[in-house]
């Protein structure tokens, strides 16, 4: 199980080429999956990428992109299903680019990516038998996220349209409720598109970069049931918006703010530099490991509300921390993790490149009664090195792309007695992993994986490192 997606050069003149037709029909078995979540078979000794599918299964696929060592392949036909496949509890899930294995089972889900990690640690990190724990799975596989960024479109009779792009195009599969949001959002979903259209603001259009409105955004406290608005508009020209904000406010108790995010330019970025609170609040109320947050539209925070809560308690009792510590949190976003880790250390610093997250962190603190935090923006491979402090613990949890090179270089010098690496990318947090590990340095005591994303091939894992005496 697992395979990392490789993509190797195209060969054009590969003889053996001519043995794949782009087009041909081919029944393949599929053994295994990628960390993309597509089925891997093989066919004619070569290797065979297929959507939708789940060891297992035998299928029927049409050859659509042929190279000299893989081709991509469509699911046309199960010919026998395997016994990990399961019916989509969604009824777009065929269409639907937001998750990848609705037709999975959750224990089968599971198992595959506590082996994403297993073989990322081996292949990438070069860790042999890494001591990789049980997963942490959720206890709801569905209406678990907190939060729901969609683009918008235009149906051809022009009514509003907002959802997630097709599977590999930018083609919007509209929704009117999807079933791994929370269920809270749902009704605000299809009546803000119906809104939306009466007011008549105009939809922005990506390949023109003409129109207004962007994208739709709402988020929940799990916890307390607040729930914040945000539209992403090209400009702030929206007419009537003040009004249709109050009267959003009016109609749904639950919602305390509705913001607008001006984002003019040419990009894939959701969020331009600019938020404006345009009714109620700019932030909701949530509860996350025992304290008060407060958290804004914008800002990052973890999408599955109660497994980050229960890795942040793995982390806790594998860190078993005395009180005399001194730790850093890289990439804290609004104190996530630094601020229930706070009141079990004597001092604790979060860097974060985001200005915003680090007001809101700073914040926190106080609603929280936290003094013996700091809070530092910029980015962290610039700002570690200049700390005057010796960390006891470092906590990473960069995004997806994994730690800057001079971030680890920086821990080899300051050397601290343990680094806490969580991450939701498996290859790249093994890549960083192998670095900090070489030349004994520091060894992988454990890695705890955990299911933050149900219905996506995604995982997080903390992974525990301690320097070698
Ligand atoms: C995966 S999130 C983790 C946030 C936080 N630990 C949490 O659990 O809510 C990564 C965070 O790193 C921040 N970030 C991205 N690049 C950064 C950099 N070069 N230096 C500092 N922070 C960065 C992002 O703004 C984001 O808040």
Request: proline letters at 5%.
């Given at each position: ?85 399961i019916r989509p509890r969604c009824i777009v899930a ?5 998750c990848?294995w609705q037709h999975?089972d959750y ?34 596989d569905l209406a ?34 999807c079933p791994i ?273 149900p219905q ?14």
């Amino acid at each position: 199980m697992s395979t990392p997606r490789t993509t190797p050069a195209n060969h054009a003149t590969d003889p053996t080429t001519e043995q794949w037709r782009q087009g041909e029909l081919v029944e393949i078995e599929i053994h295994d999956l990628t960390d993309g979540g597509e089925g891997v078979g093989r066919f004619r000794e070569r290797v065979v990428f297929v959507p939708d599918t789940v060891p297992g299964d035998r299928v029927s696929v049409r050859l659509v992109l042929v190279k000299p060592q893989y081709a991509q392949g469509k699911l046309m036909q199960i010919i026998e299903a395997s016994p990990n496949r399961i019916r989509p509890r969604c009824i777009v899930a065929d269409k639907c680019g937001g998750c990848q294995w609705q037709h999975i089972d959750y224990a089968y889900q599971l198992k595959a990516k506590r082996n994403q990690v297993i073989q990322a640690l081996e292949r990438i990190g070069g860790f042999s038998e890494p001591p990789v724990e049980p997963i942490l799975g959720a206890e709801a596989d569905l209406a678990y996220r907190n939060k729901a960024t969609y683009p918008l479109g235009r149906s051809q009779a022009g009514q509003v349209q907002a959802g997630y792009y097709q599977k590999g195009s930018h083609h919007l599969v509209n929704l009117n409720q999807c079933p791994i949001q929370d269920a809270r959002l749902n009704p605000l979903l299809a009546e803000v598109k119906q809104d939306i259209y009466q007011r008549g603001w105009g939809i922005y259009d990506e390949k023109q970069h003409r129109g207004k409105v962007r994208h739709l955004g709402l988020r929940i406290g799990r916890r307390t049931g607040e729930i914040l608005l945000i539209l992403v508009a090209k400009d702030a020209n929206l007419s009537g918006l003040e009004d249709q904000a109050q009267d959003w406010l009016n109609r749904y108790p639950e919602l305390v703010g509705v913001s607008l995010n001006i984002n003019s330019h040419k990009t894939n970025a959701i969020f331009g530099d600019e938020t404006r609170c345009i009714a109620g609040q700019s932030y909701l109320n949530e509860k996350f490991g025992g304290l008060q947050f407060q958290i804004h539209a914008t800002t990052f925070f973890q999408v599955y509300t109660e497994q980050a809560e229960a890795l942040l308690r793995k982390v806790i009792s594998q860190l078993d921390l005395q009180g005399h510590e001194t730790l850093i949190d890289a990439y804290c976003g609004v104190g996530t993790f630094t601020l229930p880790l706070a009141k079990r250390v004597k001092q604790a610093i979060g860097l974060e490149l985001q200005p915003e997250a680090i007001a809101q962190a700073q914040l926190n603190a106080e609603l929280n009664g936290i003094t013996n935090v700091a809070f530092q923006a910029g980015p962290v491979e610039q700002v570690l090195r200049t700390l005057s402090v010796q960390p006891d613990v470092v906590l990473l949890d960069p995004p997806r792309k994994g730690c800057d090179r001079a971030v680890l270089e920086t821990l080899l010098q300051i050397q601290p007695q343990r680094i806490v690496y969580v991450s939701c990318k498996p290859a790249t947090q093994a890549r960083d992993l192998k670095i900090l590990c070489q030349e004994g340095n520091y060894r992988l005591v454990k890695a705890q994986p955990a299911d933050f994303f149900p219905q996506t091939a995604h995982v997080e894992c903390a992974a525990f490192l301690e320097r070698q005496s």
